[in-house]
């Protein structure tokens, strides 16, 4: 297949099985949040050992594991990931998938705003107003809600966050995902002791197939994060970002349709209010993206004009 399909195909299944995410788990009740949350992790990790037993890069865990700087940002990634994954499973158990997807769609704009904040770059004029339509977005949905749409600002911040240190980092998605729960592994197996000595414990208590389940959390997070790190190295960045609209849109129709999660006129005009600045994010990156090809062409041209002469005469 061709390199560049075959990213397209990669970005395509991890942006769809993100999306149906919320299927899985509401499935996994009666199990708690932070029980969920344990189980991922603990899985996760067993999942990671095979894999990179498998492509066989256990040299450059041992690496990692001697660079101190890198390890505590791997930890605070962990912390991150985990409030992430923690608040998401309860929005879900909690019914509250629309309010979740409307973190993901709000995420590419609070990325902007950590690049402005931290990283101090300088925006253009339309990303400043797609900013600006964010947040009036933001406004109206508080109003709606009769308070801050929490949820979905924790997992906007958190994902944000997350990716901001994971940038930082520069490290492999295998090595990065098997670390991370590395570190959150200790304080997820005592919290699952202390569930199983409490006669709390939802795994090998209420079937066969829901401790199955349980246990298939840790697949079903490794598996769309390879995927998606494999896509990133074929697909070019514009294309990734289009298709990480799907997870959210996906997770809407199933908080709606599937749930019935309700959605008022008001609540649905913050949402459109979202999409639009989205939309013109999107065409501002587009174009831009295109503006700087046409002048690399035109400089590779202009380089390349010399030679040609010198070689008429």
């Not at 061709?2 to 899985?24: C, E, H, Q």
């Not at 994060?225 to 990133?232: I, S, T």
């Not at 649905?268 to 174009?287: E, K, Q, T």
């Given at each position: 297949?061709?390199?560049?399909?075959?990213?397209?195909?990669?970005?395509?299944?991890?942006?769809?099985?993100?999306?149906?995410?919320?299927?899985?788990?509401?499935?996994?009740r009666p199990a708690g949040a932070v029980e969920v949350l344990a189980h991922r992790v603990v899985w996760s990790l067993l999942s990671m050992v095979l894999v990179l037993m498998v492509i066989r890069r256990w040299r450059s865990v041992r690496d990692l594991l001697r660079q101190r700087k890198r390890m505590a940002g791997l930890a605070a990634a962990a912390v991150l990931i985990a409030v992430n994954w923690g608040v998401y499973i309860f929005a879900v158990n909690t019914d509250r998938v629309v309010e979740a997807s409307l973190g993901y769609f709000i995420n590419p704009l609070f990325v902007i705003l950590l690049g402005v904040l931290i990283l101090r770059e300088r925006l253009r004029t339309l990303q400043w107003v797609a900013l600006g339509i964010g947040a009036v977005a933001v406004v109206i949905l508080s109003v709606d809600y009769g308070r801050l749409p929490w949820i979905a600002l924790t997992l906007a911040a958190s994902f944000g966050c997350y990716g901001l240190v994971k940038k930082?980092?520069?490290?492999?998605?295998?090595?990065?995902?098997?670390?991370?729960?590395?570190?959150?592994?200790?304080?997820?197996?005592?919290?699952?002791?202390?569930?199983?000595?409490?006669?709390?414990?939802t795994f090998g208590t209420v079937s066969a197939w829901h401790s199955v389940m349980l246990a298939g959390s840790g697949v079903l997070t490794a598996v769309p994060?390879?995927?998606?790190?494999?896509?990133?190295n074929r697909v070019p960045l514009s294309g990734l970002g289009i298709l990480q609209y799907l997870t959210p849109t996906l997770q809407l129709i199933i908080g709606v349709a599937v749930f019935s999660e309700p959605l008022p006129p008001v609540r649905?005009?913050?949402?459109?209010?979202?999409?639009?600045?989205?939309?013109?994010?999107?065409?501002?990156?587009?174009?831009?993206?295109r503006r700087n090809r046409a002048d690399r062409s035109r400089a590779a041209s202009t380089a390349n004009e010399p030679a040609a002469v010198g070689a008429t005469e």
């Open positions: 297949m061709d390199p560049l399909r075959r990213g397209y195909l990669s970005a395509l299944t991890a942006n769809v099985l993100w999306g149906v995410f919320p299927l899985y788990f509401h499935a996994l930082r980092l520069g490290l492999p998605a295998a090595e990065g995902l098997f670390l991370e729960s590395g570190v959150l592994m200790l304080p997820a197996l005592l919290y699952l002791l202390w569930l199983t000595t409490n006669h709390q414990s994060l390879l995927l998606f790190a494999e896509a990133a649905l005009a913050g949402f459109v209010i979202v999409w639009c600045a989205l939309a013109l994010f999107s065409w501002d990156a587009f174009r831009t993206a």
